[in-house]
């Protein structure tokens, strides 16, 4: 199983609406990742979680939460979101934070703020 | 700070070999990598090569790494339709944690 998966595929929310996206992977991957993906643009870091713990906050707004529960899963907790904010979110595992040799991406989920 | 570029488009006919070409600016990076995204899609790792190669061959890909003028390339061979997408390629910093992409390739392959 070499397979991120992302939920949901979409998502429409209002601005004063809180939802989550999920990331999943059972490829024993130790390092997760959130990217965001504007249109004709290409993925910026947000979030890197290594070994469940945040290891990187690329100075993203607070209405932006991750959380990873266990090493499969990862989270993205959405709150209070702008119109800008819409875009594609992609999750990403590799085996550690330190060596990124295979970066392995899900296929997104696409927010749309209202 | 680091930066990557790649020209905007490339239009190849199928059956030619189509070359992608990338500059980085940050020469402590340990890997380079090519990704593929096709509409409405994820990014698809095709290939990556570590910093002190200067050549990698996989099926009908070949990437070329000259650290001197930080430039990097991706070469497919025999270029099918299903090849016509967005690539993009990336560094991965010293540390390798944190991946660092270019602004991405359209190629449009024409049959």
């Known amino acids: 199983d070499t397979e991120v998966t992302q939920t949901p595929k979409h998502l429409v929310m209002g601005m004063t609406n809180k939802k989550s996206l999920k990331c999943e992977q059972h490829?024993?991957?130790?390092?997760m990742y959130w990217y965001k993906q504007k249109a004709k643009k290409p993925p910026e870091l947000m979030f890197v979680y290594s070994y469940e713990k945040l290891s990187i906050n690329e100075s993203v707004p607070s209405r932006f939460s991750p959380e990873c529960p266990n090493s499969s899963l990862l989270n993205l907790h959405l709150h209070a979101l702008q119109p800008e904010d819409s875009a594609l979110y992609l999750c990403?595992?590799?085996?550690?934070?330190?060596?990124?040799?295979?970066?392995?991406f899900g296929e997104g989920s696409r927010l749309t703020v209202l | 700070g680091e930066d990557v570029e790649q020209s905007l488009f490339l239009s190849v006919r199928e059956g030619d070999s189509s070359v992608i070409n990338c500059t980085y600016t940050?020469?402590?990076?340990?890997?380079l990598y090519w990704y593929k995204q096709e509409p409405g899609a994820g990014l698809q790792l095709l290939t990556y090569i570590f910093s002190n190669m200067d050549m990698k061959q996989d099926q009908r890909l070949t990437v070329l790494l000259n650290k001197k003028d930080k430039h990097l390339s991706l070469r497919i061979a025999d270029t099918q339709t299903g090849d016509s997408a967005i690539y993009f390629c990336?560094?991965?910093?010293?540390?390798?944690?944190?991946?660092?992409f270019g602004g991405g390739t359209r190629v449009l392959v024409k049959p």
């Open positions: 490829m024993g991957h130790r390092a």
């Open positions: 990403a595992s590799s085996q550690d934070a330190g060596y990124t040799g295979e970066l392995f």
């Open positions: 940050d020469s402590s990076s340990t890997y």
């Open positions: 990336a560094e991965s910093g010293a540390a390798g944690n944190k991946l660092t």
